[in-house]
């Protein structure tokens, strides 16, 4: 009966430490998604950083030599680097059509586009988005100035008939589409084309200048007031040089992120520009760059006005990304 008994007692123990073994693995098993919960943060960490450029690339417009401006953008680039902890590099682009779509397509991350580029990208592509816009002595708005030689006998845009007009760029908001717009609405021109004798696309502000100081062109429609971009290679400009007439308040350049970047990044990136406000230095670049005196907050509807006059050219193939 004992050898039974001792044999029972046996079983019942071996029992009970199996249990509990069994107790020990669940236990273990529940506490096993603690470390898996930080291993998730980790790799959503890494997923973050993932999506962040190698190098952040800034795109510019030629409103003056292309060369200049890329060496007047470094210590911009420098400054933004040591501010997002990542590489900046400025690149220069061949025309404002070549920023947009270089945005686009996501080769270049934050662009310095002027108010039409920027109403012709947001209706190409969604991911650019405004996040600030440039400050102009003291102003948010600015003005296309039309500039004649002094001696040229062109007194008002109703002589410009027959003449040779030279801008920037035919997607350029002060260079092309506010003065075509005007002469449209205000002086009765159903097509620049036929008002004037010859178009010329300069390529830059500064060149359109040029063309009329050295004598290739009659006017030039830039930005006001564009003689003062030129006057260090030709002091004469602003004697041999007269504003004629001037267009409708413009909406400032923006600087536009690529929205494919983590909103976090672009936050930074916000800030950094908004922070060279309190920084003489960076606004001293800013204002070689593109007479910028100032940032300040921009939204995408601030552009509205833009995108109405660009109504009058929609349809006519004459304005396109294409």
Not at 75 to 103: K, W
Request: negative net charge; glycine residues 6%.
């Amino acid at each position: 009966m004992k050898k039974v008994m001792t044999a029972l007692l046996m079983m019942l123990l071996a029992l009970m430490l199996a249990a509990c073994g069994e107790s020990n693995e669940e236990t273990t098993a529940t506490q096993d998604p603690e470390p898996q919960e930080e291993d998730t943060e980790v790799e959503e960490d890494a997923g973050a950083a993932e999506d962040l450029p190698e190098e952040l690339i800034m795109g510019f417009v030629p409103s003056q030599d292309s060369d200049k401006i890329a060496d007047t953008v470094a210590p911009l680039a420098d400054r933004l680097s040591e501010e997002l902890g990542i590489p900046v590099s400025g690149q220069v682009m061949t025309n404002y059509t070549a920023l947009v779509e270089a945005m686009g397509n996501d080769r270049v991350h934050i662009g310095f586009i002027p108010a039409f580029g920027y109403v012709l990208a947001t209706e190409r592509y969604d991911n650019v988005e405004a996040i600030l816009k440039s400050v102009r002595h003291g102003s948010s708005t600015y003005r296309a100035q039309y500039t004649v030689r002094a001696d040229s006998g062109i007194e008002s845009i109703e002589d410009l008939e027959g003449k040779v007009w030279a801008f920037p760029d035919n997607v350029s908001t002060s260079g092309y589409l506010f003065p075509a717009a005007q002469l449209m609405d205000e002086y009765g021109v159903e097509a620049v084309e036929d008002y004037f004798s010859d178009l010329i696309q300069a390529g830059s502000h500064d060149n359109a200048m040029i063309m009329v100081l050295e004598g290739d062109a009659d006017v030039a429609t830039t930005f006001e007031d564009a003689r003062t971009a030129i006057e260090g290679d030709y002091p004469e400009a602003m004697d041999e040089l007269v504003q004629l007439d001037f267009t409708a308040d413009i909406p400032n350049d923006t600087i536009s992120a690529n929205t494919n970047m983590p909103a976090d990044f672009i936050e930074q990136i916000r800030a950094a520009f908004l922070s060279f406000n309190d920084d003489e230095e960076m606004l001293t670049i800013m204002d070689e760059v593109y007479n910028w005196t100032g940032i300040d907050e921009a939204a995408d509807s601030d552009y509205d006005v833009v995108r109405s006059t660009y109504e009058k050219f929609k349809d006519d193939g004459a304005i396109s990304l294409d």
